[in-house]
């Protein structure tokens, strides 16, 4: 038991109000951070910034991973060392008339912005299904969810994409769900990134943070009452949406916040591709996952 003066302030980096980021609302509000001797703050940051500040020592953790091996494949000294969220909720949305992926050929898919996670999504999906997104498709970026279900609607595109609530808001304006990545393949979304500098010199720290989000995850898996209006007020949403995003996303919740070898190499080859790099990347250069083999004996996780 840790003394109540004891806690330790960790500040935890996250990109949007989305699904995958829940667990650090959940850790907090049902005090399993308490639990761990500490106090998280959240705080609201870009990709495109977060890793200066974690390598800083502005912010402790950053929570989005694809962003975190890019960065670490260009020498950003940080690394991977927990998964919440290791299979991506996305889904792929159309237009009614298209019935099934392989119809989307010599069509326009809309993204909220060219090169994003979003089109790198749709370009694995798409390869999925024996589809080139280079040569048989068209990305055109139309802006955020409502913007992208407008041009939709239009028939300026013919497909988008996005996490829960995304797939509840497509339905109730008559599109289909064609497919949803966590169903195709292991792509990590989000979970924990720290500097190198705090692998080293605070491992204590890291698994503790580690432990208090087992029991976030494995809260959020088996207490849907519990989590519904943590999530509703996190996400700033209504509880009917909240309830719509929690079932299409529950199953993506790791309960032992493991990351696959093949969801970190399908970040690295993705990484690779965007940044043109052709030279081999091992697991251990983006990944330690030694803390959370610590972290998960504790808790009896075998």
């Not at 850790?27 to 940051?45: N, S, T, V, Y």
């Not at 949305?93 to 994003?116: F, Q």
């Not at 996190?234 to 032992?256: H, N």
């Not at 043109?276 to 972290?295: F, G, M, P």
């Amino acid at each position: 038991e840790t003394s109540a003066f004891a806690v330790e302030k960790i500040r935890i980096g996250f990109p949007d109000l989305a699904a995958p980021f829940v667990p650090l609302a959940i850790a907090d509000k049902r005090g399993f951070f308490q639990d761990e001797g500490l106090q998280g703050e959240f705080i609201r940051i870009n990709p495109a910034i977060a890793f200066q500040a974690l390598v800083g020592g502005d912010i402790d953790y950053y929570t989005v991973l694809g962003p975190g091996v890019a960065a670490a494949i260009r020498g950003v000294p940080v690394k991977l060392v927990a998964a919440y969220v290791p299979i991506s909720p996305t889904a792929l949305i159309s237009r009614p008339e298209i019935k099934s992926v392989p119809e989307l050929k010599g069509k326009t898919i809309g993204v909220n912005a060219y090169a994003g996670a979003l089109e790198g999504m749709a370009r694995l999906m798409l390869r999925h299904f024996n589809i080139d997104p280079d040569t048989e498709i068209k990305f055109l970026a139309t802006g955020p969810l409502d913007s992208r279900f407008g041009a939709m609607k239009q028939g300026l595109t013919h497909a988008t994409l996005g996490s829960p609530p995304t797939d509840f808001l497509g339905k109730k304006l008559g599109f289909v769900v064609l497919a949803r990545a966590n169903e195709l393949f292991n792509f990590p979304v989000s979970g924990l990134i720290a500097s190198a500098k705090k692998i080293k010199e605070r491992p204590d720290e890291i698994r503790r943070a580690i432990k208090a989000s087992i029991k976030a995850n494995r809260y959020i898996r088996q207490n849907r009452d519990g989590t519904l209006p943590i999530m509703a007020e996190w996400l700033k949403i209504d509880s009917a949406m909240a309830a719509a995003t929690y079932d299409s996303s529950v199953g993506t919740f790791s309960e032992d916040l493991n990351l696959a070898d093949s969801g970190l190499r399908l970040l690295i080859d993705e990484a690779k591709r965007a940044a043109k790099l052709t030279r081999e990347v091992s697991l251990s250069d983006v990944a330690e996952l030694s803390i959370l083999r610590v972290a998960q004996r504790e808790m009896g996780i075998k």
